[in-house]
Nanobody, 127 residues
Framework: QVQLVESGGGLVQAGGSLRLSCAASGRTLSSYAMGWFRQAPGKEREFVAAINWTGSRLYYADSVKGRFTISRDNAKNTVYLQMNNLKLEDTAVYYC????????????????????WGQGTQVTVSS
């Protein structure tokens, strides 16, 4: 079992930055691909970014490409999402998730590919 806890969310003005963290316990994250998803009110959960277990492969949704950066520190059992130039449409609850599956971009976009999920952290972008 892997327990995931997100932190770092909050209220930020448009154009600002936030850094989300996802800390794991129970098992080392080094054998898992990790993803970030988000869900806005009334909308389905959507893929944001994914990273393979070594950190050598990254994948982003088009909507965040060039603004968000996913990274990981396996020694700290933590995954990060640096979010820059935030927009109003980035407002959502952000979730991290762990997948034991082979890192294939099509697979990493799908929530059902992930076995473990955090409880989420709220990000609110204001004008």
């Amino acid at each position: 079992q892997v327990q995931l806890v997100e932190s770092g969310g909050g209220l930020v003005q448009a154009g600002g930055s936030l850094r989300l963290s996802c800390a794991a316990s129970g098992r080392t994250l080094s054998s898992y691909a990790m993803g970030w998803f988000r869900q806005a009110p009334g909308k389905e959960r959507e893929f944001v970014a994914a990273i393979n277990w070594t950190g050598s492969r990254l994948y982003y949704a088009d909507s965040v490409k060039g603004r968000f950066t996913i990274s990981r520190d396996n020694a700290k059992n933590t995954v990060y999402l640096q979010m820059n130039n935030l927009k109003l449409e980035d407002t959502a609850v952000y979730y991290c998730a762990a997948s034991p599956r082979l890192f294939v971009t099509q697979t990493m976009q799908v929530p059902s590919s992930y076995d473990y999920w955090g409880q989420g952290t709220q990000v609110t972008v204001s004008s």
